[in-house]
Nanobody, 117 residues
Framework: QVQLMESGGGLVQAGGSLRLTCEAS????????MGWYRQAPGKERELVAT???????TTADSVTGRFTISRQNGLNTVYLQMNSLKPEDTGVYYC???????????WGQGVQVTVSS
């Protein structure tokens, strides 16, 4: 089992910045991926960014250039730096963890991000 603890959500004006943090603990194997998804009201959950243990990172087209994902492997921690936030970035952001050898998803409880116009 893997447990995830998220922090860093909040309310910010458009153009502002927030940083989300997710710490993983439990039975963690070295080859894994940590990422962030978000879900806006009335919409499906969507992938925002992923950071693989080997160093590769990916971001969705909608946030590329504004959001940066990074991680500290030794601490099993992933960060999402969100800059130039827009009202459409509003939603609940969920941390995700997946072992690459086992297609099982672990989820955090979610943090609310609200961007006012």
């Amino acid at each position: 089992q893997v447990q995830l603890m998220e922090s860093g959500g909040g309310l910010v004006q458009a153009g502002g910045s927030l940083r989300l943090t997710c710490e993983a603990s439990g039975s963690i194997f070295s080859h894994n991926a940590m990422g962030w998804y978000r879900q806006a009201p009335g919409k499906e959950r969507e992938l925002v960014a992923t950071a693989f243990s080997g160093g590769v990172t990916t971001t969705a087209d909608s946030v590329t250039g504004r959001f940066t994902i990074s991680r500290q492997n030794g601490l099993n921690t992933v960060y999402l730096q969100m800059n130039s936030l827009k009202p459409e970035d509003t939603g609940v952001y969920y941390c995700n963890f997946r072992h690459l050898s086992h297609p099982i998803d672990y989820w955090g409880q979610g943090v609310q991000v609200t961007v006012s116009s």
